[in-house]
């Protein structure tokens, strides 16, 4: 089936397999995916583009994910906690620079209990009416339940990779079963949920992405971030070459064929490995992008994968100069 075909039979009832879905990601039929995906999202969303902040607020964690800078046998990395406060703080001045969402992220850091997570939350909530999405990976079916309670709007948890022997490979502290009940409990508890995958992982093949696109749509999430695989020096995966961008690309179409309401972000990671091709996903089915609002001393070190980091921060200036550029792009910041 050819992308506009297969969208009009997904709108029809019509419930897709690997099968399906993997002539989507081929050469021959990107043209075709890319103007598909890009009507849908106009259809949706017009020319808004979302803006979200994002801050990381803790660098520690207890996991060993392999292509991931953070996990916690990187010893060459120091390691900083935000003072809860200090979190407050930041996302009130996001919150009167214009941002309307924060995401909270951070490695998974028992540190910061149900309890003292909720309470930031809530007192976030107690003085701007800015939306929280939290991203602090697999807790307790309770925490997400007091983080719900506590004002917690949406959470996003990655998934990374749908097929079971490649998450085995890359997570020796979890597992995909696990992930997925969260995500699905995630879903049951009423937060907006999001999950995601990376591409380019080693043993990824069109038929993983297959299996990928299908787990986001039987959560089914809201938001769906998909990046490239970028190889971080401190990680066993250091010398696997990084994913394909355009790859990239073409999975955020498939996306949005499947997910057609998702929000879909263009991500810091082809941003990183390809910024022409941040820019095209916007006409390929993106409707959202995430600025940072982390203090500089902590963005050089939050190190998920090697990337510029910034030097200074301006709130304030940095969303009117991405504003600035998504005009440029024809798009309309929302
Ligand atoms: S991917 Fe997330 S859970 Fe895994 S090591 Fe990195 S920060 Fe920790």
Redo the contacts with the bound molecule.
């Keep these: 089936m050819r992308p506009a075909e297969f969208y009009k039979a997904v709108q029809n009832g019509f419930s897709p397999g690997e099968k399906d879905i993997v002539p989507l990601l081929s050469d021959e039929n990107e043209k075709e995916l890319f103007d598909t995906a890009d009507r849908v999202k106009r259809a949706i969303f017009g020319d808004e583009i979302r803006i979200r902040a994002i801050l990381e607020f803790s660098n520690y964690?207890?996991?060993?994910?392999a292509?991931?800078?953070?996990?916690?046998k990187n010893t060459a990395l120091s390691r900083y906690r935000m003072e809860p406060e200090e979190i407050v703080t930041q996302t009130v001045k996001a919150w009167e620079a214009g941002y309307q969402t924060i995401v909270l992220q951070s490695?998974?850091d028992p540190f910061y209990t149900g309890e003292l997570l909720s309470e930031i939350v809530r007192e976030i909530k107690g003085r701007c009416p800015i939306a929280v999405t939290l991203s602090v990976?697999e807790r307790d079916f309770e925490d997400y339940k007091q983080f719900r309670n506590a004002g917690a709007d949406r959470y996003l948890l990655k998934h990374?990779t749908a097929d079971p022997a490649i998450y085995a490979s890359l997570?020796p502290c979890g597992t995909l079963e696990n992930r997925v009940a969260c995500l699905k409990e995630l879903k049951r508890l009423g937060y907006e949920t999001g999950s995601g995958f990376m591409i380019g992982l080693p043993g990824q093949t069109a038929q993983t992405i297959a299996k990928d696109l299908l787990l986001l749509r039987s959560i089914p999430c809201d938001m769906a971030g998909i990046g490239p695989f970028i190889p971080h020096p401190q990680t066993s995966l250091k010398d696997h070459p990084a994913g394909s961008s355009r790859m990239t690309v073409r999975a955020v179409a498939a996306a949005r064929l499947l997910l057609p309401s998702a929000n879909l972000p263009a991500t810091t990671a082809l941003e990183v490995l390809d910024s022409t091709e941040r820019r095209h996903v916007f006409s390929c089915g993106a409707n959202v992008i995430m600025k940072k609002v982390t203090p500089p001393e902590f963005q050089q070190l939050y190190d998920?994968y090697p990337s510029d980091k910034p030097l200074e921060l301006d709130i304030p200036k940095d969303r009117i100069k991405l504003e600035e550029q998504l005009r440029s792009l024809g798009l309309t910041p929302c």
């Design positions: 964690c207890r996991r060993q994910c292509y991931c800078g953070l996990n916690c490695g998974e990976g990374e997570h998920i």
